[in-house]
């Protein structure tokens, strides 16, 4: 049974960081690309940031780039999100997943930003 477990989400004022970390089991990590995604209150869940299996390739959303980092650690089976100088739109529930060949859907992490 693969496992999702997404954590490290909180209040922030805007201009605050985060760091989200999701913890995965059941499923081959090291050899995947993964993803993180949000989905803010009444929009459809997006994709926030890429990673290749080597960390060699990354890709960012346009509204987050130069913002957030992505990274891995295949050692621990975990990737993190680094996350800066937030903003208000920046709230939503986020998520990791497997880039190819999605599992179900974790409980994700919220992150509200106040302005």
């Known amino acids: 049974q693969v496992q999702l477990v997404e954590s490290g989400g909180g209040l922030v004022q805007a201009g605050g960081s985060l760091r989200l970390s999701c913890v995965v089991s059941g499923r081959a990590f090291s050899g995947a690309a993964m993803g993180w995604y949000r989905q803010a209150p009444g929009k459809e869940r997006e994709v926030v940031a890429r990673i290749s299996w080597s960390s060699s390739v990354t890709y960012y959303a346009d509204s987050v780039k130069g913002r957030f980092t992505i990274s891995r650690d295949n050692a621990k089976n975990t990737v993190y999100l680094q996350m800066n100088s937030l903003k208000p739109e920046d709230t939503a529930i986020y998520y990791c997943?497997?880039?190819?060949?999605?599992?179900?859907w974790g409980q994700g992490t919220q992150v509200t930003v106040s302005s």
């Open positions: 997943n497997y880039v190819s060949r999605r599992e179900d």
